[in-house]
């Protein structure tokens, strides 16, 4: 079966300080991997994307995501956070059955302390 | 481009009472999905739909029907509405890539 972990309910992290957010997923062949942002009372926004080439991928507000093909891991990170990334953050994979179905993991609460 | 539009924005229901969530999109999208969200469990996919008369279902169906009638519009609806579809309830669109979503509704069932 296809699906997304996010092993992580909440990440704390320092201002200034690199963070990351963890993400491993299961689906066979070659995955198509994104990174979501939702700040309090709003919709999902849309971060980064891996389909194919450079394993380190760059995104919107200056996260990246590294894809690691042997961990089945897409992990997000950015240099160094800002209180303004403090927000909920959802890996997801899309479906290999249905070019555009994806499947969301649990999401993990990225709280930056100043 | 307004995007992904969806209203309203807040419903109080009552036990079995019947209501419809609106969703539209303006970027000629032909996939379109409903998702329900909830505390600790993620997103999770309700109904979607890959065109203009074509739905299916998705993770949580029970109790919501869709329609698709235009591809623009992808209408959510609760038939006998219960507590436990108490949620915040996101329409999304895409076109073979990322998905884009809606501000959301907050639909609380008392």
């Known amino acids: 079966a296809q699906s997304v972990a996010q092993p992580e309910d909440q990440v704390n992290v320092a201002e200034g300080n690199p963070l990351t957010v963890k993400c491993t997923y299961s689906?066979?062949?070659?995955?198509?991997l994104f990174w979501y942002v939702q700040y309090p009372n709003r919709g999902l926004q849309f971060l980064l994307k891996?389909?194919?080439?450079?394993?380190l991928v760059k995104g919107s507000y200056g996260f990246e995501a590294e894809f690691n093909k042997s961990q089945t891991s897409f992990h997000l990170k950015k240099p160094s956070a800002l209180v303004s990334d403090s927000a909920l953050y959802f890996c997801a994979v899309r479906d290999m059955r249905n070019t555009d179905k994806l499947i969301f993991g649990t999401g993990t609460r990225l709280q930056v302390f100043p | 481009n307004a995007g992904v539009t969806q209203t309203p924005k807040f419903q109080v229901l009552k036990t079995g009472q019947s209501m419809t969530l609106q969703c539209a999109q303006d970027m000629n999208h032909e996939y379109m999905s409903w998702y329900r969200q909830d505390p600790g469990m993620g997103l999770r996919l309700i109904h979607y739909s890959v065109g203009a008369g074509i739905t299916d279902q998705g993770e949580v169906p029970n109790g919501y029907n869709v329609s698709r009638s235009t591809t623009e519009d992808f209408p959510l609806r609760l038939l006998s509405a219960a507590p436990s579809q108490t949620s915040v309830y996101f329409c999304a669109s895409s076109n073979g890539g990322e998905q884009y979503f809606g501000p959301g509704t907050r639909l609380t069932v008392t």
């Open positions: 891996y389909i194919t080439g450079d394993n």
């Open positions: 689906v066979s062949g070659n995955p198509y």
